[in-house]
């Protein structure tokens, strides 16, 4: 069974740097697999925001409106996938979702973590 | 980017009956949708894709129809576990992925 979880501090300082970590248990992240490993999150009160994407063979792909603050990054070695948004404001509180897309570049996402409540406070 | 709109944002319906969900896409993404169901505390689910399949282990009384920029999600006799919120996603043209903005059922 597919399983996604995230890991990370639930409070950051504006200015500072957000730091996740995805662990993967029941799929494979390997640069040799069909899978796609993302970031979605969800601000107090509002809709899904996708974050960006990393294709196991190690090319990314981030939201306009974020993408100067994202880093995604693999880790096979340890089978997960981490984020870094840098310069949090109040506005990146939020829910943030690790997800997994597996079939292909036209396929949904098809397992989903828990989610994490990050707040950005001083 | 492919703006997805769905409504409405808030559906009150008893236990028992009936639900339909729409979204709309601002082009057309063919049959590349898919609905997610969110509950607070747990994993979010797929529970169609492709518009119309329903993801393994999602109930019968699950079905997605539409093509193109009009799609819905009918949730037929409603039971207590599927008041939640509902999100539909393209994933016809990416990046960026595009989620509609959710669709909250509650009970009536």
């Known amino acids: 069974q597919v399983q996604l979880q995230e890991s990370g501090p639930g409070l950051v300082k504006p200015s500072e740097t957000l730091s996740l970590t995805c662990t993967v248990s029941?799929?494979?992240?390997?640069?040799?697999?069909?899978?796609?490993w993302g970031w979605i999150r969800q601000p107090p009160g509002k809709g899904l925001e996708w974050i960006g994407t990393?294709?196991?063979?190690?090319?990314?792909y981030s939201n306009p409106s974020l993408k100067s603050r994202v880093t995604i990054s693999v880790d096979t070695s340890k089978n997960l996938f981490s984020l870094n948004l840098t310069s949090v404001t109040a506005a990146d509180t939020a829910i943030y979702y690790c997800a997994r897309t597996s079939g292909g570049w036209l396929s949904p996402i098809d397992y989903w973590g828990q989610g994490t409540l990050v707040t950005v406070s001083s | 980017e492919i703006v997805m709109t769905q409504s409405p944002a808030t559906l009150s319906v008893s236990p028992g009956e009936r639900a339909t969900l729409s979204c709309r896409a601002s082009q057309s993404v063919s049959n590349n949708l898919a609905w997610h169901q969110l509950k607070p505390g747990q994993a979010p689910r797929l529970l169609i894709y492709g518009a119309t399949t329903r993801a393994t282990g999602v109930p019968g009384r699950f079905s997605g129809s539409g093509f193109g920029t009009e799609f819905t999600l009918t949730i037929s006799s409603l039971q207590s576990e599927d008041f939640a919120v509902y999100y539909c996603q393209q994933y016809n043209d990416w990046p960026p992925v595009t989620f509609g903005q959710g669709t909250r059922l509650e009970i009536k």
């Open positions: 029941g799929s494979s992240i390997s640069t040799t697999t069909n899978h796609f």
């Open positions: 990393i294709y196991s063979a190690g090319t990314t």
